[in-house]
C-alpha cells in the first residue's frame, strides 16, 4: 500500500520563478493537506483541500496556491518565488480532516531558490 | 490562540536510558494530540496520538498520556537505542480546525553507543 507520494523530491529554482509540487495521498484518504518546513524549524500549516475545495488557509501570502483533483491528488503552486521560500515542503494525507485519524506525511519536497 | 511548547533540545543519551520530552499545549477547544518524529532527511512519522483526556498513545516502545489538568503530552521511552536519533515534534489539532496541526518547535534527540 503505497504512502504519500510527492514530486519532484529535489528542486531549484530562480527568485521570481514559479513553482508546481505535486502530490499523491495515501490510498483511501481523502483530505490533502501542505506544510513548508524551513531548515531546523517545525512545519508551518500552508493549507488544506477536502472535495476540491480549500477549507483552511494558513497565514501564508496569495502567491501560494494550491488545487486537489477528483482523484484527491494534489498541487502547490508558488508564484514569484523568493529566497525565503526556500524550504522542505510536506504533503500530509488523511481521512476527512484527520482530527481523530491522524496524518500520514510524504518525505517531502526540498525546494532551493536561488 | 493555540500553540505548543516543547523542551530544548538536544538531548544527548546513552543507549538504554531513560528518554523524557515535555510537551505541554494551550488550546481553545478539546484538542488531539500528536507526537511526530523526523528522521534526517526525511518527512513525519506519526509516532502515536491520544484524543481525549488520560487516553495513553504507544507505539515502538515510546508512550504519552493525554494530561487534560496538566494540559501536556509528554513523550517517554524506557531503553532508547542508536537508531532513536531523530527530531520529535509534539503536535495538536483541534476539531473544527479541519485538522490544521499546530506543532512544537521539534525536540532533536541524539543517542550515542
Known amino acids: 500500500d503505497a504512502g504519500v507520494t510527492q514530486s519532484p523530491t529535489h528542486l531549484i529554482k530562480t527568485r521570481g520563478q514559479q513553482v508546481t509540487l505535486r502530490c499523491s495521498p495515501k490510498s483511501g484518504h481523502d483530505t490533502v493537506s501542505w506544510y513548508q518546513q524551513a531548515l531546523g524549524q517545525e512545519p508551518q500549516f500552508i493549507f488544506q483541500y477536502y472535495e476540491e475545495e480549500e477549507r483552511q488557509r494558513g497565514n501564508f501570502p496569495d502567491r501560494f496556491s494550491g488545487h486537489q483533483f477528483p482523484n484527491y491528488s494534489s498541487e502547490l503552486n508558488v508564484n514569484a518565488l523568493l529566497l525565503g521560500d526556500s524550504a522542505l515542503y510536506l504533503c500530509?494525507?488523511?481521512?476527512?480532516?484527520?482530527?481523530?485519524?491522524?496524518?500520514?506525511f510524504g518525505s517531502g519536497t526540498r525546494l532551493t531558490v536561488v | 490562540g493555540n500553540s505548543v511548547t516543547q523542551m530544548e533540545g538536544p538531548v544527548t543519551l546513552s543507549e538504554e536510558a531513560f528518554l523524557t520530552i515535555n510537551c505541554t499545549y494551550t488550546a481553545t477547544g478539546y484538542p488531539s494530540l500528536f507526537w511526530y518524529v523526523q528522521y534526517p532527511g526525511e518527512g513525519l512519522q506519526l509516532l502515536l496520538k491520544a484524543t481525549k483526556a488520560d487516553d495513553k498513545g504507544s507505539n515502538k516502545g515510546f508512550e504519552a498520556t493525554y494530561r487534560k489538568e496538566t494540559t501536556s503530552f509528554h513523550l517517554e521511552k524506557g531503553s532508547v537505542q542508536v537508531s532513536d536519533s531523530a527530531v520529535y515534534f509534539c503536535a495538536l489539532t483541534l476539531t473544527d480546525s479541519w485538522g490544521k496541526l499546530q506543532f512544537g518547535a521539534g525536540t532533536q534527540v541524539v543517542v550515542t553507543p
Open positions: 500530509a494525507s488523511s481521512l476527512q480532516g484527520g482530527v481523530n485519524y491522524g496524518y500520514t
